[in-house]
């Protein structure tokens, strides 16, 4: 039976593009609860959450949304299989490559010294945009 | 029951044969029973560092396969007489032992030693599976620099896998005139990364080439840097509470390593 999404405080995420809360609820997700090291990977057919960092080297494939609740360093990929909904999000967001959908972004070359704050990572108008992550009434 | 303890990195290069003569040494030197288990058949290195090339008859591999048992294959170090090396082949190669085996040696050595440091070769493939596959404590080591520390961490994981979690981490080769000036990798910023416990820094000293050359334990010189920091290293490996080496003058790096070492 489907969770009663009408009362209590739940936090609105942004990303799947702007949908309802209830669209986050119908996939599958995985908790990793460690950090990701190079030569590690984690591919999985729904959302992932990991508790921990994601080194240089290390990939996270998921067919949703993924969640790195520390330092994503790696190789990132929300959206495997063409869904242009799913958006990355990050506490620190210093990817050694992120893709989304068919998307395929980088770093710009030279030395990053943007602000290291929680962002969020998704497709608006067809292109990757990264912006500071904020919960709430934001999107 | 001695511990058994792999040195390890990844990358080729970064001291691991060096820091395992140095370790051996150290422990030896305080009065514990160690032997040293060179795994790098087929490019064995262990031997000419500690100076004992020329007295090897039987090796790793004769032991192994049941040819000799390992008093006989073990060398007595000429410095030392609790140290002891146990050689690899040179004319074989990795496949010569399987993981049971080292574990089953290392099994039958340690009930006789305090310390056994097992030298483990680069790379990730059956070598250094032979070589973690009897230890129960592992050593990672690096050097400041981005490929070494990206070995490092595919390593950790690795080493997690076969169950020798939280191993500890020596950074070796440290140059802090090139780290004030920003152009090498800070402790900070390998221990970042890594987020692992640090055992000791190494620094880039010129006596470690010279000792190392003529088959002498830079950890005999009392004089050289480097040797205060493997003694140092040895004397955490046995459990001391030992502070990081002021090897700066200024204090805001020092302070900065103080605070490195109270998050543990």
């Given at each position: 039976m489907a969770p009663d999404l009408t009362s209590g405080n739940l936090v609105q995420f942004p990303g799947k593009g702007g949908g309802e809360p209830e669209e986050m609820m119908d996939e599958n997700t995985v908790l990793v609860q460690r950090t990701l090291r190079s030569g590690q990977s984690i591919y999985f057919d729904g959302n992932v959450v990991i508790v921990g960092d994601v080194n240089p080297g290390g990939e996270v494939v998921a067919t949703g949304n993924v969640v790195v609740m520390g330092y994503l360093r790696g190789v990132v990929h929300a959206g495997a299989g063409g869904n242009e909904k799913a958006a990355v999000y990050a506490f620190r967001m210093r990817p050694t490559q992120l893709r989304i959908a068919n998307h395929i972004t980088r770093a710009p070359d030279g030395d990053d010294n943007g602000p290291i704050v929680p962002e969020i990572a998704r497709i608006k108008d067809g292109t990757v945009v990264i912006e500071t992550f904020s919960s709430g009434s934001e999107r | 029951m001695g511990e058994v303890i792999v040195i390890t990195s990844g990358?080729?290069?970064?001291g691991k044969t060096t820091t395992s003569a140095n370790l051996g040494a150290g422990l030896a030197s305080l009065g514990d029973k160690v032997c040293l288990i060179d795994a790098d058949i087929g490019l064995r290195n262990l031997d000419v560092v500690m100076g004992l090339e020329n007295r090897i008859v039987y090796d790793l591999v004769d032991v192994t396969s049941g040819n000799c048992s390992f008093r006989k294959a073990m060398i007595k170090d000429k410095r030392f007489e609790n140290l002891f090396l146990m050689p690899a082949a040179q004319t074989k190669d990795k496949t010569a032992v399987s993981p049971e085996q080292m574990r089953a040696l290392t099994e039958e050595i340690k009930s006789e030693f305090d310390y056994v440091i097992i030298d483990c070769p680069a790379g990730i493939e059956q070598g250094f599976r032979n070589a973690i596959s009897g230890a129960n404590q592992a050593i990672v080591v690096t050097t400041p620099e981005v490929s070494a520390v990206r070995d490092a961490d595919r390593i950790i994981g690795l080493l997690e896998k076969e169950d020798l979690r939280e191993p500890k981490l020596v950074i070796n080769r440290m140059r802090y005139q090139m780290v004030k000036h920003g152009d090498m990798m800070s402790i900070d910023d390998i221990i970042d990364i890594l987020a692992v416990d640090l055992l000791g820094v190494v620094p880039d000293d010129e006596q470690v080439v010279i000792s190392t050359n003529r088959g002498e334990m830079v950890v005999m010189n009392d004089s050289s840097r480097s040797g205060q920091a493997y003694r140092n290293i040895v004397r955490r490996i046995k459990g001391e509470d030992i502070p990081m080496m002021n090897l700066e003058e200024e204090g805001g790096f020092f302070r900065k390593l103080r605070q490195i070492i109270g998050l543990k």
């Open positions: - | 990358k080729g290069g970064v």
